[in-house]
């Protein structure tokens, strides 16, 4: 098996609180091999969007290792994470924080503009990124011109502008209805298998995780379950599903 893209070794993270210590992660150990897709789920208050957060680097944890792509994140100066992090990784949100006066081409293109990309280059990504979410024709839009789930197909584009090893997503159709929901995952599937992009999503939806070939499950800030399935499994598993709703 390649080398794990992300290795975590005895993750803690603990805050602060009127004076007491709230410990919220409390000693996680996880591989995530390049080309995986994987959900993490679990009760609220278990974690999961803390890991995320310590996984790309828009918080430090206590104590512990996080290695991405073969380097250390854990021992790095600010500057040096944020260069990583722009270089590496990609965000999804629950909120998909497109900036609303520009359209969505623009949004998309954004982050290499800022990286000093040539702009030409970034509006050729832009528009290809557009075309395979299905937003070809709506490159104009603002994002007030558009519908909750084009907003967060926008959002998925531009966290791929620039390429990344990782996407990781944070309860991204937490907003959303169930069948632009159900678009919405499909979508990761579908990037995965065509860039081999690996892919963590938070998620809260029973339905998205039992399509997951892997899910982590969180409680009380540790690995309770880490289930690795087959395609035979995954199949197994829909039918199920479709025996029990008929």
Do not use: W
Not at 107 to 132: F, H
Request: hydrophobic share 40%; charged share 25%.
């Amino acid at each position: 098996m390649a080398d794990a893209l992300v290795l975590i070794e005895d993750l803690k993270k603990s805050f602060q609180h009127e004076g007491s210590t709230l410990e919220v992660l409390r000693g996680i150990d996880l591989n995530i091999y390049p080309g995986q897709i994987l959900a993490i789920v679990g009760p609220s208050g278990a974690g999961k969007s803390t890991l995320l957060h310590c996984m790309g680097t828009l918080d430090l944890p206590t104590s512990g290792r996080i290695r991405l792509a073969g380097e250390e994140l854990t021992t790095m100066s600010s500057s040096r994470l944020a260069a990583v992090r722009n270089r590496t990784i990609g965000f999804v949100f629950q909120f998909h924080h497109l900036l609303p006066e520009f359209n969505a081409l623009e949004n998309v293109m954004l982050p290499g503009l800022i990286q000093g990309r040539p702009r030409k280059e970034m509006e050729r990504r832009a528009r290809s990124l557009l075309e395979e979410v299905g937003l070809g024709s709506r490159v104009t839009h603002r994002p007030g011109e558009l519908s909750g789930g084009e907003q967060q197909r926008v959002a998925v584009a531009r966290a791929l502008a620039l390429d990344p090893k990782l996407l990781l997503a944070d309860e991204p159709t937490g907003n959303l209805d169930t069948a632009t929901s159900d678009a919405i995952h499909d979508l990761f599937f579908q990037i995965n298998r065509e860039h081999g992009t690996t892919i963590v999503v938070v998620t809260h939806n029973p339905t998205f995780a039992e399509r997951m070939p892997r899910v982590v499950r969180l409680r009380d800030g540790r690995v309770e379950h880490d289930d690795v399935r087959s395609p035979a499994q995954l199949d197994a598993s829909a039918a199920n599903k479709l025996e029990r709703l008929a």
